[in-house]
């Protein structure tokens, strides 16, 4: 299965330039170091920020770019030093696949946060070789940044636990939002959006969606449980659910106002940013002090907390709603995911999928 040294090739699809086509593309992936595990992918989750790396919107893409970082797969080979993980368990790879193990967010074991955090596309690893993602046959990744996905989940349902999932339950956790009797809105549905009435839903909390359109009013309630729905647009809704809300989790993608939504919590309410977006966004300050409410943002999750996430899923029963794609569908997945036609996540079979032509 190749040595500690020197490296060997994989197939991926990746984008080339700004237009953001994907097409197959060989690379070269280091061999088993001593820490890593090599993983053969089966499924991997689309995510909103894999459009903004391969169309360039934050003007920081490098090409050719594999992206992918909801990665579930087998693992088909260990290092000398791997102790987590062993031939032919199921495991997760995520957005972050290293960082400096020394700093105070490292120690503690909230890694994302790490200035030198190094991402699994975009990025360049510790051997100054560009990182690529999971939209591929395989990957080598350090055992500090993989996760084991519970014994008898779908592995194409664990996928978009794996950055989706996450991102709504570190803030629910870290902030104090898991206890029962809440009250609780999810700005957007999307992917992140449907991940957020599920889980919020788990932990007991009432819950409204809030959104640009009535598209999703009958099966929010209906497919994913949600207790109310309200379009933003509507005056009298809004007026509605003033003041009432504990958290906000705002998952929109774009640049939108902040006010009308500020107006819908309690005293003490936090509008938690999850969407990565490009240009400024504002509100007028008042709307903050007079009820002493927070904005604040959370990026994806630690290991930690992903490992607690993946048992909590696990043990309230709950599935995500996905469209599996092959990777010949890629193209059209990304172009109908810039236009929210999705219900609500793609994930990429990869290993049913012919990745050479």
Same mark, same amino acid.
């Given at each position: ?25 060989t ?24 459009l ?15 992206? $992918? #970082?909801?990665? !579930?797969?087998?693992?088909i080979?260990? &290092?000398? =030093? @791997? *102790?987590?993980?062993k031939v032919? /368990? ?14 105070r967010a490292?120690?503690s074991?909230i890694?994302?946060?790490?200035a030198?955090?190094?991402w ?10 560009p ?17 084991k996905?519970?014994?008898g ?14 991102t ?19 700005l957007?549905?999307?992917?992140? $959006? #449907?991940m957020? !009435? ?5 932990? &007991?909390? =009432? @819950? *409204?969606?809030?959104?640009s359109? /009535? ?52 005293v ?38 992903t ?5 909590f899923?696990k043990?309230?029963?709950?599935s ?10 890629? =193209? ?9 036609d999705?219900r609500y ?13």
């Amino acid at each position: 299965m190749g040595s500690v040294e020197g490296e060997r090739t994989t197939v991926g699809w990746a984008a080339r330039d700004p237009s953001g086509i994907l097409s197959p593309y060989t690379f070269n992936l280091r061999n088993t170091g001593p820490d890593d595990v090599y993983i053969k992918v089966h499924y991997c989750g689309i995510c909103h920020s894999d459009l903004h790396q391969i169309k360039n919107d934050l003007g920081m893409s490098n090409y050719p770019m594999v992206p $992918g #970082h909801e990665v !579930v797969g087998e693992v088909i080979e260990v &290092g000398s =030093n @791997v *102790t987590k993980f062993k031939v032919g /368990e199921v495991v997760g790879a995520r957005l972050i696949v290293g960082s400096c193990r020394n700093c105070r967010a490292c120690k503690s074991d909230i890694e994302q946060y790490c200035a030198k955090k190094i991402w699994n596309c975009n990025d360049v690893y510790t051997d100054g070789k560009p990182t690529q993602g999971g939209f591929a046959e395989t990957m080598v990744v350090n055992q500090n940044f993989v996760v084991k996905i519970p014994e008898g989940m779908s592995p194409e349902q664990m996928a978009p636990l794996l950055c989706a999932g996450v991102t709504v339950y570190s803030p629910l956790s870290h902030f104090g939002l898991k206890e029962s009797g809440l009250r609780g809105g999810i700005l957007g549905l999307g992917g992140v $959006g #449907h991940m957020g !009435v599920k889980i919020a839903k788990a932990m &007991g909390h =009432n @819950v *409204t969606v809030i959104s640009s359109s /009535e598209k999703k009013k009958q099966e929010a309630p209906e497919h994913l449980g949600a207790d109310d729905y309200v379009v933003s647009s509507d005056e009298t809704q809004m007026q509605k659910i003033a003041d009432s809300l504990d958290y906000i989790i705002d998952t929109v993608p774009v640049g939108h106002p902040l006010e009308p939504y500020l107006s819908l919590l309690k005293v003490d309410g936090k509008l938690i940013l999850m969407g990565v977006i490009n240009t400024p966004l504002q509100f007028v300050s008042p709307m903050v002090m007079l009820g002493r409410k927070t904005i604040t943002g959370s990026f994806i999750g630690s290991i930690k907390e992903t490992e607690e996430m993946l048992g909590f899923w696990k043990e309230k029963g709950l599935s995500s709603m996905i469209e599996v794609v092959k990777m010949d569908y890629i =193209n059209k997945a990304f172009e109908r995911l810039e236009k929210n036609d999705v219900r609500y996540r793609f994930v990429v079979d990869v290993a049913g999928s012919k990745l050479d032509q």
